[in-house]
């Protein structure tokens, strides 16, 4: 097949390489729009119906019934199971690790700040299933949920041309803690959990990847109903490789990403030719071996193999791509990995795959895509918080502050704030004293 190769690229060059393949965001947007409004107008009859036009099931209710758990727990196999387990494990040692450390500071004589963590009520978690079922992304999402002691943790996914829900997800939901698992996917499952039907509650943070409507209903509900972890769509991957790389490797990575799904985009960023023309060689020979082939074959129409001059070059383009995945395949990897401004998690020597983070490191996959690693941090513990700040004031410390909060809010036209404080400093100050009853008399 043919792949576009840059070549030295230029800054133009470097414009189009880092470009991602979307969908005309007018028709997304509004298609987007219509299905959210009917969601939230219709509840559950809305959800079912657009069950069965988009994943073509029919559907008498969303909610997973504890037979349905009990048939997926029968059906995964003892090595599935362990491996879920396994891998649950090391999330949450990553995950633990994250607690929130309380913080108090005295900013001023008797005045006394501090910071607690509290963990979100009510979350929901939403696990892609369209061409592939995402069981390990039921434990990236709830093993973080668990320890921060979300009270209420519910998870929607596509379910089946059967109706049902693959088995693994139902499991990794149980060994995750997951109370209450949906049959629903796509734009009406983030309408569901931002609305709230009489089956799915609303929830106060949406968590989880999606294709690029997902992404869209995401960002839409968030405007004015929930909040959501970040925006979170089609996956991507970037390789910097050099010439003590391995062209089999290499090639892997770029295929491990591009079966994700047809929007998926790979780049490679070298500065060895030789490695290169051995990539191009490896993807066609390890690409027909994939059973996805169809769907990796699609997204490799959006790959870009870039040959560069050095690997500050490759440094500098990735870091103004801000890779999802970034997979360092160098002979100075931990060094250069020091350069890394922008991407969502790094995969650092020729024996880390992305893989390895996929599914069983301990680190989180669900990461900002499309260039929001600019802005946004994966998925972690801090996520499922909300950091809520207190004060206290002494004596002491109204007489440390009360000069500085009068002056500044006479400054900004505030009187009620000024008079606020004005009044606590009266109060800590004391009455003050006024002339006896003699003094000021004239005696005749």
């Given amino acids: 097949m043919d792949f576009k190769i840059y070549t030295n690229p230029t800054e133009a060059d470097v414009a189009d390489i880092v470009r991602r393949p979307t969908k005309d965001a007018t028709d997304l947007t509004a298609t987007v729009a219509a299905v959210l409004a009917d969601?939230?107008?219709?509840?559950?009859?809305?959800?079912?119906?657009?069950?069965?036009?988009?994943?073509?099931?029919?559907?008498?209710?969303?909610?997973?019934?504890?037979?349905?758990?009990?048939?997926?727990?029968?059906?995964?196999?003892?090595?599935l199971r362990q491996a879920l387990e396994q891998a649950y494990i090391n999330i949450s040692r990553f995950h633990e690790a994250q607690r929130p450390v309380p913080v108090t500071v005295e900013t001023a004589a008797g005045v006394r700040c501090w910071q607690k963590g509290v963990p979100i009520e009510r979350v929901g978690l939403y696990v892609p299933g369209g061409t592939a079922p995402l069981f390990s992304t039921v434990l990236m999402l709830a093993a973080p949920a668990r320890i921060a002691g979300c009270s209420e943790v519910v998870l929607c996914t596509p379910p089946q041309r059967d109706g049902s829900v693959h088995p693994a997800i139902l499991v990794a939901a149980r060994i995750a803690g997951v109370g209450r698992v949906f049959k629903c996917g796509g734009v009406q499952a983030i309408g569901a959990m931002a609305y709230g039907t009489a089956s799915v509650p609303k929830v106060c943070k949406i968590f989880g990847p999606g294709n690029q409507y997902v992404q869209a209903a995401k960002q839409q509900v968030a405007l004015t109903d929930v909040a959501i972890d970040m925006p979170a769509g089609p996956s991507e991957v970037a390789v910097i490789a050099d010439e003590t790389a391995q062209a089999a490797f290499v090639a892997s990575d770029l295929l491990a990403q591009a079966e994700h799904g047809r929007d998926s985009q790979v780049l490679l960023l070298t500065t060895s030719r030789q490695l290169l023309d051995g990539v191009v060689d490896e993807l066609e020979r390890q690409l027909e071996a994939l059973p996805r082939r169809d769907i990796a074959a699609a997204a490799l129409a959006n790959s870009r193999l870039v040959l560069v001059a050095s690997l500050a070059e490759a440094m500098r383009i990735s870091n103004i791509y801000a890779p999802e995945h970034l997979i360092i395949e160098t002979a100075d990897a931990p060094q250069l990995a020091q350069d890394v401004v922008n991407a969502g998690s790094v995969f650092i020597g020729h024996l880390t795959p992305e893989s390895a983070g996929d599914y069983a490191s301990g680190t989180n996959h669900t990461l900002p895509t499309n260039g929001w690693a600019k802005a946004y941090s994966g998925v972690n513990l801090d996520a499922y918080y909300r950091k809520i700040t207190f004060q206290q004031l002494s004596p002491e410390g109204v007489r440390s502050i009360a000069a500085t909060v009068e002056a500044m809010a006479a400054a900004e036209s505030l009187e009620g704030h000024r008079n606020a404080m004005t009044l606590r400093r009266l109060e800590v100050e004391g009455p003050t004293p006024g002339p006896s009853p003699r003094e000021g008399r004239v005696e005749s």
């Avoid at 107008?41 to 959800?47: F, K, N, P, S, T």
């Avoid at 008498?60 to 029968?74: P, R, W």
Wanted: glycine content about 2%; overall charge negative; aromatic content about 8%.
């Fill in 39 to 79: 969601v939230r107008e219709r509840g559950d009859a809305a959800v079912l119906d657009y069950e069965q036009r988009f994943d073509q099931v029919a559907l008498a209710s969303l909610a997973v019934s504890d037979d349905e758990f009990a048939a997926a727990e029968a059906a995964v196999s003892a090595e």
